[in-house]
């Protein structure tokens, strides 16, 4: 039905930066919400930043001012710009997306981020 297909995980030094992307196929809404949670060991799943079909966003206030998300509404494609990143960034990092008016949505496989100091 959806397949979500993740890229731009890595190993990068404090202070570095990552770009994640996500692409969506299958039945999505036009009208919908993209984003990105992360997971680190023994923590809960926590949303790191949002964006809807119309481009509202929200962020963590962990990653306010460091991260920015972006889409390509045509392609269903979500972005994740990761700068000035942190060892307490360290995690999995996995894209969601919700059609409007769903209740749940969809999870990609996750991408592994390991920030080292």
């Known amino acids: 039905q959806v397949q979500l297909v993740e890229s731009g995980g890595g190993l990068v030094q404090a202070g570095g930066s990552l770009r994640l992307s996500c692409a969506a196929s299958?039945?999505?809404?036009?009208?919908?919400?993209m984003g990105w949670y992360r997971q680190a060991p023994g923590k809960q799943r926590e949303l790191v930043a949002a964006?809807?079909?119309?481009?509202?966003?929200n962020y963590a206030d962990s990653v306010k001012g460091r991260f920015t998300i972006s889409r390509d509404n045509a392609k269903n494609t979500v972005y994740l710009q990761m700068n000035s990143l942190k060892p307490e960034d360290t995690a999995v990092y996995y894209c969601?997306?919700?059609?409007?008016?769903?209740?749940?949505?969809?999870w990609g496989q996750g991408t592994q981020v390991t920030v080292s100091s």
């Open positions: 969601n997306v919700r059609n409007w008016g769903a209740t749940n949505g969809y």
């Open positions: 299958g039945s999505i809404s036009s009208r919908n919400t």
């Open positions: 964006i809807t079909s119309s481009s509202m966003t």
